[in-house]
Nanobody
Framework: QVRLVESGGGLVQPGGSLRLSCAAS????????VAWFRQAPGKESEGVLC????????YYADSVKGRFTISRDTAKNTVHLQMNSLKPEDTAVYYC??????????????????????WGQGTQVTVSS
């Protein structure tokens, strides 16, 4: 059974950093566009970042530009989300998702989870002093 498993969440103070990981079993993430999206309590899901499987191009939501970075670790079949300069408004459950199609990264990043081929169960990130 294909699984995406997120890890690395936790409690961090404002200004701190976390690195989330999305590990896949059975499927190779190299053949999928991978997105990270987040959902805070009472708010709609927000697409945060996306990395293409065709040319490595990336999409960043304005809210995280300059602070978050997405990268692939092919050897470990994992995609990482490096989050720096964290703010309380970054508090949310973070999910990774994978899809194999040719839509634009902007469109892919703004999908709901059911529009991806695979998605994980999420990891909680809390930014608080």
């Amino acid at each position: 059974q294909v699984r995406l498993v997120e890890s690395g969440g936790g409690l961090v103070q404002p200004g701190g950093s976390l690195r989330l990981s999305c590990a896949a079993s059975i499927l190779s993430l190299d053949y999928y566009t991978v997105a990270w999206f987040r959902q805070a309590p009472g708010k709609e899901s927000e697409g945060v970042l996306c990395i293409s499987h065709t040319d490595g191009s990336t999409y960043y939501a304005d809210s995280v530009k300059g602070r978050f970075t997405i990268s692939r670790d092919t050897a470990k079949n994992t995609v990482h989300l490096q989050m720096n300069s964290l703010k309380p408004e970054d508090t949310a459950v973070y999910y990774c998702a994978a899809v194999d199609d040719e839509a634009s990264l902007t469109e892919i990043a703004t999908r709901n989870r059911y529009q991806y081929d695979y998605w994980g169960q999420g990891t909680q990130v809390t930014v608080s002093s």
